[in-house]
């Protein structure tokens, strides 16, 4: 879904400029995430495994589009 908007935005910006937004938006990501289950009472076991789903979905789309749809084709 995101997948080609990330890829032109990367394109866009450079690799490195890139890549240091993406860590900031990672970084923001999980404290949304954190915030979330300490609002709700979650277990910090099930907080720690929606960081590591986040995390592999964006390992995903990093890859591109092309092997977003592999990855989708795969876990379907």
Do not use: S
């Not at 990367?10 to 999980?30: D, E, M, S, T, V």
């Not at 954190?34 to 929606?50: A, D, G, S």
């Amino acid at each position: 879904m995101f997948a080609p908007m990330v890829t032109f935005t990367r394109n866009y910006l450079g690799k490195a400029q890139f890549n240091q937004l993406r860590g900031k938006l990672i970084a923001l990501h999980a404290q949304v995430i954190t915030n979330f289950c300490e609002y709700f009472k979650i277990e910090r076991t099930t907080r720690q495994n929606l960081i590591r789903l986040a995390r592999d979905n964006g390992k995903r789309i990093k890859h591109g589009y092309k092997n977003e749809l592999y990855f989708l084709k795969k876990n379907v």
